[in-house]
């Protein structure tokens, strides 16, 4: 079907369908930001650093409880624990970001991190963006590639002609 | 074009059709899988309800098969499920501890003179604290342990009489199989 439209329009198609497919994909990455402003704890810190390192954490994990919510942004009681928990993590015991997220994962497992780690089990979830787009871009490369003309012999003609039913040619 | 490269679409279909059933399906998406599965007991110490002066640690788990169930008087389900707790600390000898999960201990106590108390002992555990060591986001949860103190078994939510048939009894036989033939 797509032969019979000029060569402009068809590149247009493409466009448009590669730019639907990077809004669909891209739809699955939304930022921490969008989420609204969570409850606030009463929570001192020695330094603004600290304190700094502390939000982005609590921004990272979602609350075991709630099934879209990060630990900041949900006033579940497990999540208030487990801001406590960071801060202690953070503050008393000095870990760094990477020890914080061991800690957690392991008692709460992968569930509280946004990213999964790469595993067994997750590979298809992470590699499946990627074969979309390879997918997109053979369906892309296939619908713009030139199409060779077609040439018919005078016995194809003929017969064309005949199947037509024109008969007076 | 191939007549058969028409079907890519159906195909496609099919496979998201399958994909979405699989994903879609009714579990309970609340329920986590255990981090701790198969893993040692984490370390603690705490104090034991009704006898402050008592300390536990995880030594005290160790020797025997034990069910460590966390619980609270505010937790409706845990209501709903003690019946089943006390019915099978009367039927099958297994070793029950509690893990009061910030709770206020004197409720707690009340509760145990009132409805029964299937617990070898309980730990207190008001703030949460040894909650967050067992990767507890709510109550009940109970884990099964062997006698090396590992997590054989983790339930999130009540035992009741069917759970315990199905899926807490086969592993507590297996467990004192293994004991008799060491």
Redesign the interface.
């Known amino acids: 079907m797509s032969d019979r439209r000029p060569a402009r329009l068809r590149v247009l198609t493409a466009l448009l369908w590669a730019l639907t497919s990077a809004a669909v994909l891209g739809g699955g990455f939304g930022p921490a930001d969008v989420w609204a402003d969570g409850p606030v704890d009463a929570f001192e810190f020695p330094s603004p650093e600290l304190e700094a390192r502390y939000r982005s954490l609590i921004d990272e994990f979602r609350c075991?409880?709630c099934?879209n919510t990060n630990l900041s942004g949900s006033d579940a009681?497990?999540a208030k624990?487990?801001r406590g928990?960071v801060r202690r993590l953070l503050v008393e015991e000095g870990m760094s970001d990477r020890e914080v997220r061991d800690y957690l994962?392991?008692?709460?497992?992968?569930?509280v991190l946004y990213d999964p780690p790469f595993k067994p089990g997750t590979w298809v979830l992470w590699l499946a963006p990627a074969a979309f787009v390879l997918i997109g871009l053979l369906v892309l490369f296939r619908m713009l590639r030139p199409r060779a003309a077609v040439s018919l012999s005078a016995a194809d003609q003929a017969r064309i002609r005949e199947l037509l039913g024109n008969t007076d040619a | 074009m191939s007549r058969a490269s028409l079907f890519v679409p159906l195909g496609l279909f099919a496979v998201i059709l399958v994909l979405g059933y699989l994903g879609f399906r009714l579990d309970d998406p609340h329920r986590l899988p255990s981090a701790l599965l198969n893993k040692p007991f984490p370390e603690f110490s705490a104090t034991v309800l009704g006898s402050p002066e008592r300390t536990v640690t995880r030594a005290d788990l160790v020797g025997a098969p034990v069910l460590v169930n966390v619980w609270a008087t505010w937790c409706p389900t845990c209501k709903a499920e003690h019946e089943e707790l006390m019915r099978i600390d009367r039927e099958s000898g297994l070793r029950i501890v509690g893990v009061n999960y910030k709770d206020d201990p004197m409720k707690a106590m009340r509760w145990l003179v009132d409805f029964g108390d299937p617990y070898e002992f309980v730990l207190e555990d008001s703030d949460g604290s040894l909650g967050v060591e067992l990767g507890v986001y709510g109550a009940p949860e109970s884990f099964l342990l062997d006698a090396a103190g590992t997590i054989v078994y983790k339930r999130v939510g009540e035992i009741n009489p069917r759970i315990w048939r199905d899926e807490i009894l086969p592993v507590v036989s297996r467990l004192e199989l293994a004991s008799t033939h060491e």
């Open positions: 075991p409880k099934l009681p497990i624990d487990l928990t994962q392991a008692r709460y497992g992968d569930f």
